[in-house]
């Protein structure tokens, strides 16, 4: 869904509401702290004056610009402090909204998702945020509250200059960023899209690397990186000619502005009083800071708006399938798929596809690649829903169970199965984070894992690598059996659970399988006949699809 700039901003804001207080007293320090830069040179231009008129005021001005001085510099901090609180917490806020949201999305929205622009989500564009919280938000209250004063001051010397001022500060301060932001806007987005693909592919090739070497495509994905590298780099070249235009514009809009006040107050001065000429042009050049910042700001706008856009568009994703919270929490009694149709969005994968799961029996399931095996246990896990039929557990319809109720009841191990860069038993323990040693122990003996856990230098304690990556495909696969053991849900799924396991290790978790079957119910899909074997009952896939 694309939002226009407002839009965004206001959408961006909303998430501050916890934090206004903090936000107004940035506010109130921000224009404090600019009141003390401007008013130190007006009091410079007073002691000039005075000079010039041999008044002996000279003293009090310089203490006075001495006592401003220091309260700036107090100011400024408090105003910086508050805003990067601000900053620091909603971006904590906002992280933690973004993993509720792809929690909630996962498995079945994530399954196609771009990793890589995700991950640039995650990192680089709620970081970016940074710059909308603590430097976008309270500068535009500033530049506000500061021009509205300023006018004033100026317009006590003549309402003609106050009115000029006035139309300066609205033109650097709002139309020029305006206006450029809008033409800045879609390079901004197409930044932070282009961005995230250039990350995602260089994750595909680190992930890849040994197919790439094998295969000895380096040089073209080489040259790729290259492309997407100066892609970006042409759209940030526009960019900064558009940062190079505006910063043009800013100047020379100053200047004219400062230099209308110089002609207005020389011609309208009364008795040609020197003061009511240098004092309102002093005031003028020396007033535009805030504003100043609003213009800078809209150059890093461009970014903050694309990141703030894409961060809402994933708040905002609806889930495919949504968890239920409100619903029964049932023990498990037996499942029955009735007449079930299902299709990713294309192609129809299961067509009045019946199968009744008594419970205590361990059912085999086999059939062709790509026949929808591995579909049946995401359904019935619920990861994604039914289109047409019935699909129930414990006789209740699967979009009637409570998500969590679902979950305890159900145990899934799949043909790739996650491993997080944490200890081994770590790694096993997420089954069940309340689980003893001498549990994930038991587990591990069952699934054919124990002995080679005690190889291990620090045996349960040892590290495993990023993504397992130090784990070979059977060692993965027995924790993913070892997992299922230590849930004791009644309701286990096990996808391809020994296919890469040699025929002794084969044996021995199809062994425990069979030791552990009491009061569970198994479903078991594999192409091998040796793991069929241990199935009570075994049924070919009906949709008998070849991929
Ligand atoms: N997330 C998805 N989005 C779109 N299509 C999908 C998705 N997951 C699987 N498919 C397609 O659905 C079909 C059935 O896949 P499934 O994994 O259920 O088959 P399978 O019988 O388990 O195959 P195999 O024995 O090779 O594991 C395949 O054609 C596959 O490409």
Redesign the pocket.
């Given at each position: 869904m694309r939002r226009n700039g407002i839009k965004i901003m206001a959408e961006l804001i909303d998430l501050i509401a916890p934090l206004i207080h903090i936000m107004i007293l940035a506010i109130i320090t921000g224009v404090l702290g600019f009141l003390c830069a401007i008013f130190i040179t007006i009091l410079g231009g007073y002691g000039i004056i005075d000079f010039i008129n041999s008044n002996s005021n000279l003293k009090n001005i310089f203490i006075l610009i001495f006592i401003i001085a220091i309260l700036r510099g107090v100011f400024h901090y408090i105003e910086q402090l508050s805003n990067h609180y601000i900053a620091f917490k909603l971006l904590a806020l906002i992280r933690d909204k973004i993993f509720v949201a792809l929690r909630k999305l996962s498995p079945a929205k994530l399954?196609?998702m771009d990793k890589g622009n995700l991950i640039a989500l995650i990192t680089s564009d709620i970081e970016l945020l940074e710059v909308f919280y603590a430097h976008t938000i309270s500068p535009i209250a500033i530049g506000i509250l500061t021009s509205i004063i300023m006018t004033i001051f100026i317009g006590i010397f003549n309402i003609v200059l106050g009115i000029v001022a006035f139309l300066g500060y609205l033109t650097v301060g709002f139309f020029i960023p305006y206006f450029s932001s809008k033409f800045g806007k879609k390079y901004g987005m197409e930044y932070r899209e282009n961005f995230g693909k250039l990350n995602s592919y260089f994750l595909d090739s680190l992930w890849g690397i040994k197919e790439i070497l094998q295969f000895g495509c380096g040089e073209k994905r080489n040259k790729e990186i290259e492309n997407k590298t100066d892609d970006l780099m042409n759209i940030n070249k526009k960019l900064k000619n558009y940062e190079g235009i505006i910063s043009g514009l800013t100047n020379s809009a100053i200047l004219i502005f400062t230099l209308a006040i110089l002609i207005i107050s020389y011609l309208t001065a009364k008795d040609g009083d020197f003061k009511n000429i240098i004092i309102p042009v002093i005031t003028m050049a020396s007033s535009f800071g805030p504003v100043i910042a609003l213009s800078n700001l809209s150059n890093n706008l461009f970014f903050t708006l694309a990141s703030g856009e894409r961060v809402l568009n994933l708040l905002s994703e609806k889930p495919i399938v949504e968890e239920v919270y409100n619903g029964k929490d049932l023990k498990f009694e037996g499942a029955e798929c009735k007449n079930i149709y299902f299709d990713?969005g294309g192609e129809e994968?299961l067509k009045d596809y019946n199968l009744n799961i008594e419970t205590n029996k361990i059912i085999g399931i086999k059939?062709k690649?790509?026949?929808?095996?591995?579909?049946l246990l995401k359904l019935l896990m619920r990861f994604w829903d039914i289109k047409k039929g019935e699909l129930k557990i414990s006789n209740a319809d699967i979009k009637e169970i409570n998500t969590n109720s679902l979950r305890n009841m159900e145990s899934y191990a799949t043909q790739d199965t996650s491993i997080f860069k944490d200890t081994i038993e770590n790694n096993i323990k997420i089954a069940d984070y309340n689980a003893t040693r001498e549990e994930v122990i038991e587990a591990c003996k069952k699934a054919s894992l124990h002995d080679f856990i005690m190889t291990l230098p620090k045996n349960y304690d040892t590290e495993v690598g990023e993504l397992g990556d130090t784990l070979s495909g059977g060692e993965k696969q027995r924790i993913s059996i070892a997992r299922s053991f230590l849930h004791k849900a009644p309701f286990i799924l096990l996808d391809?659970p020994t296919s890469n396991l040699d025929s002794l290790n084969e044996a021995v978790i199809l062994k425990s399988i069979k030791d552990n079957s009491e009061n569970r119910t198994i479903i078991l899909?594999s192409?091998r006949e040796s793991t069929l074997n241990i199935a009570d009952k075994i049924y070919q896939?009906k949709n008998d699809r070849a991929?």
């Open positions: 399954e196609g990713y994968i059939g690649s790509g026949s929808g095996k591995s579909t391809e899909v192409h896939m991929s």
